[in-house]
Antibody
Framework: EVQLVESGGGLVKPGGSLRLSCAAS????????MSWVRQAPGKGLEWVDR??????????DYAAPVKGRFTISRDDSKNTLYLQMNSLKTEDTAVYYC?????????????WGQGTMVTVSS | QSALTQPASVSGSPGQSITISCTGT?????????VSWYQQHPGKAPKLMIY???KRPSGLSNRFSGSKSGNTASLTISGLQAEDEADYYC??????????FGGGTKLTVL
C-alpha cells in the first residue's frame, strides 16, 4: 500500500525551530519528487517547497514566504522526507502535508499523508 | 505572488452541473497546461481530481472534467451528488519550479 506518514509537529514559540519527517512506503521513494503543502486553520492550501529526485538533480525550490527559513531534504536510504523549519512565525501555524505524484504528472499531487499540525505561539 | 482566484462558494442541486473557475495570469494558468484540481472533505487530506488541465486520474468518475481558456481554468462537475459537497482547490505551475494554489471554493449540494 502506498503511504506517507508525517510526524514531528507540535507547539513552538515564535523564532523557534522544528523538524518534520515524512516516512514513505509502497513506492520507489528515490524516484519521487516530494513536496510539502500546508493549510492554516480554516484557510486554503499553500505549496511550501519541493525536492526533486537525485536522478533529476535533487534540486530544491521554495515558496517566497518560507525561502531562507525552511529547508527540505531527503534520505533515500530511509525512505524519509524532512522539513527543517527555522525562525518560525505565527503565520507558519498550519497542518503540514507531505505529498508526491505517482501517476498525476510532476506538477500534481496524487499521494498525500494525513498531515501534522504545527502551532507557533507564545 | 497572490493565490489564484476562485469563487468562495458555489451550489447546485443533485443531478445538476456546476462549474468552478480559477483565474490566474499569463505567468501561471495561462502560460502552462499544468493546472490541477483537488477535492477536500472536512478533516481529510486533499484528493487529486484533475491534472494537466483536463486529465483524470485512473478510476475517477467521468462526472469531473477540466478545461482552460486564456488565464482561467475551470472544473465542471456533472450529475451532482451529495458526496460531492466539499472544498475544491485549483493549483497551477507558476514558473521557476514553483506552484500556486487557488483560495478554494466551498461546494454546497442543496
Amino acid at each position: 500500500e502506498v503511504q506517507l506518514v508525517e510526524s514531528g509537529g507540535g507547539l513552538v514559540k515564535p523564532g523557534g525551530s522544528l523538524r518534520l519527517s515524512c516516512a514513505a512506503s509502497g513506492f520507489t521513494f528515490s524516484n519521487a519528487w516530494m513536496s510539502w503543502v500546508r493549510q492554516a486553520p480554516g484557510k486554503g492550501l499553500e505549496w511550501v517547497d519541493r525536492i526533486k529526485s537525485k536522478t533529476d538533480g535533487g534540486t530544491t525550490d521554495y515558496a517566497a514566504p518560507v525561502k531562507g527559513r525552511f529547508t527540505i531534504s531527503r534520505d533515500d536510504s530511509k525512505n524519509t522526507l524532512y522539513l527543517q523549519m527555522n525562525s518560525l512565525k505565527t503565520e507558519d501555524t498550519a497542518v503540514y502535508y507531505c505529498t508526491t505524484n505517482m501517476k498525476g504528472g510532476r506538477n500534481a499531487f496524487d499521494i498525500w499523508g494525513q498531515g501534522t499540525m504545527v502551532t507557533v505561539s507564545s | 505572488q497572490s493565490a489564484l482566484t476562485q469563487p468562495a462558494s458555489v451550489s447546485g442541486s443533485p443531478g445538476q452541473s456546476i462549474t468552478i473557475s480559477c483565474t490566474g495570469t499569463s505567468s501561471d494558468v495561462g502560460g502552462y497546461n499544468l493546472v490541477s484540481w483537488y477535492q477536500q472533505h472536512p478533516g481529510k487530506a486533499p484528493k487529486l481530481m484533475i491534472y494537466e488541465g483536463s486529465k483524470r486520474p485512473s478510476g475517477l468518475s467521468n462526472r469531473f472534467s477540466g478545461s482552460k481558456s486564456g488565464n482561467t481554468a475551470s472544473l465542471t462537475i456533472s450529475g451532482l451528488q451529495a458526496e460531492d459537497e466539499a472544498d475544491y482547490y485549483c493549483c497551477s505551475y507558476a514558473g521557476r519550479n514553483t506552484l500556486i494554489f487557488g483560495g478554494g471554493t466551498k461546494l454546497t449540494v442543496l
